[in-house]
């Protein structure tokens, strides 16, 4: 609660609901409507959150070890920004340069590559593709950028393998001096697909009996593409699954983690999170997908659902995408097996907390799968994390807002370089 005469206190538009936030993070409205959260539960702990964010109303912040910052959104993405405590807000981006940031390693990679073209860095990015054991498996992955350049690594989500991290996105980032690393989860690509281990059927899921595998073992499989690859320590990106991966990899090896951004993921717990009650149906109804064409249907129907309401659906871009990642392999008994692994995943909040290294949680407002209670938990848990919230969007990356989500991440980087 805040204290009278608080100066972070400010009146909330008459007739609109009460904040009810998290007691640690301070909230900023920037457009100007209530955005609604998904629901709390009343006396459920640490674990829940609030169901509406008033503007202009704020709550006094936990302690925070990095700086803040505020960005510009683009014009048609209303937004909310989470800060920690004990600094002043910029009102302008801090300038970041196109060369490399703190390079670490060295040698030079120049198999292929391309112009990037979301934010207009000159130049060409060069680019690399690879396997790498790990963790007793091999992963398949593909480089954007100088090797010598400080390391990105993204973590996709379920199912979903690593050409769902837009080029455009990898190609930006690598031109902002980065050395920008995608790969394919086990199960997922051209990553080892445990094909002699049984899929979880659905009532071992609802039972949530032991998984094949779980997201510990997942994180490994990240520890191991990094030793693999000669990284040390990294910029750790997740999204989704890919976040509850990032997130396992930050708890057991902090060492490894020089930021850490979470996209559209939660802590675990089952209070914050969850679906909504209309997405489970879909969830479970097996898509009959037997070629190259009905992988794109099948996508454009899964992103219909769960995709962002506040944006176009790009069913061109969805439909190359599918169709891409049919031909280099798709595996139903390998979804299976990740979700299995989701399912039955701990809860981290606790955990979380001794997490020291910067980090961005960036999540949709409008999120059907994975609602924002998850990614505010997640910024309440982390001590000093920072919360963007995005209005429209749903449980995907729209066009619209891959250079927004370019400058964030990049901007984070930048922060703990100058840190250092």
Request: with cysteine.
């Amino acid at each position: 609660m805040l204290a009278r005469g608080s100066p972070w206190r400010q009146a909330a538009p008459a007739g609109a609901p009460r904040l009810r936030l998290a007691a640690r993070a301070r909230a900023r409205a920037v457009d100007d409507d209530p955005v609604a959260w998904g629901a709390g539960r009343a006396g459920a702990g640490d674990d829940a959150l609030g169901d509406a964010v008033v503007p202009g109303a704020e709550i006094p912040p936990g302690p925070a070890p990095h700086a803040a910052r505020a960005t510009a959104a683009p014009a048609n993405a209303r937004r909310i920004g989470l800060r920690g405590a004990g600094v002043a807000m910029e009102e302008t981006l801090a300038p970041i340069s196109s060369g490399c940031n703190n390079p670490d390693g060295a040698g030079r990679r120049t198999d292929r590559g391309r112009r990037g073209r979301i934010g207009g860095v000159d130049g060409v990015t060069v680019r690399a593709e690879g396997r790498v054991p790990a963790n007793g498996i091999e992963l398949a992955w593909e480089s954007f950028g100088e090797r010598h350049c400080s390391p990105i690594v993204l973590v996709m989500g379920l199912g979903t393998q690593m050409i769902a991290w837009p080029d455009e996105m990898c190609e930006e980032l690598a031109g902002l001096g980065h050395y920008v690393v995608r790969f394919d989860n086990r199960d997922v690509g051209a990553s080892t697909h445990l094909d002699g281990v049984p899929p979880p059927r659905l009532r071992d899921l609802l039972r949530r009996r032991p998984p094949p595998y779980g997201i510990g073992d997942m994180a490994e499989d990240v520890v191991g593409l990094l030793d693999g690859l000669d990284l040390d320590a990294v910029h750790l990106v997740g999204a989704s699954l890919g976040g509850f991966i990032a997130q396992t990899v930050a708890v057991e090896h902090p060492e490894r983690v020089r930021t850490l951004t979470l996209m559209m993921t939660s802590t675990g717990s089952r209070l914050v999170g969850q679906p909504k009650p209309r997405i489970y149906a879909d969830l479970l109804r097996r898509r009959v997908v037997c070629d190259r064409n009905s992988a794109g249907s099948a996508a454009v129907e899964t992103f219909q659902v769960i995709g962002s309401q506040g944006y176009a659906l790009d069913e061109e871009y969805l439909r190359d995408v599918a169709g891409r990642s049919w031909d280099r392999g798709v595996d139903p008994d390998g979804y299976q097996r990740q979700l299995a692994a989701a399912v039955t995943q701990p809860n981290r909040r606790r955990s979380l907390r001794h997490f020291r290294a910067p980090t961005l949680v960036m999540h949709g407002l409008h999120d059907p799968l994975v609602s924002p209670s998850g990614g505010l938990a997640i910024a309440k848990a982390i001590p000093g994390a920072r919360f963007v919230g995005f209005s429209g969007m749903g449980h995907d990356l729209p066009r619209v807002l891959w250079p927004e989500i370019v400058r964030e991440i990049a901007a984070l980087t930048a922060e703990e370089s100058t840190a250092r």
